[in-house]
């Protein structure tokens, strides 16, 4: 059952960076630093809608820290919020030290 969630949450992600690479937010890929795939890869079981927060694993923590998080936090596309957490996506990034702003958006979602 846990491998189908976490192929679910794998696909979800698939889907989103699928949509920020080639969608309505061709810019993220060109103007945002970071490895974006590596993101989806490493972090995903860490947003997922279910489930408690978890620390990240280290290699999700080193690619948080080659992203341009806020960039990529101004062109989340709704649909990817229908399948993150977004107050996980935040609590990854500042438990990995890329602290966010407070009044920040990160999609629709104001950081708190």
Request: glycine content about 10%.
């Amino acid at each position: 059952m846990a491998a189908i969630g976490n192929r679910l949450t794998l696909l979800a992600f698939v889907v989103v960076a699928g949509v920020i690479s080639f969608g309505n937010n061709n810019m993220v890929s060109g103007q945002c630093r970071g490895d974006l795939n590596g993101l989806m890869s490493q972090c995903a079981v860490y947003v997922q809608k279910s489930g408690p927060k978890a620390e990240p694993s280290g290699e999700c923590c080193k690619v948080v820290k080659s992203v341009d998080v806020p960039c990529v936090c101004g062109h989340i596309p709704k649909e990817a919020e229908q399948m993150i957490s977004m107050d996980k996506a935040v609590y990854v990034a500042e438990f990995c030290g890329v602290p966010l702003h407070r009044g920040m958006k990160c999609g629709s979602y104001t950081i708190p």
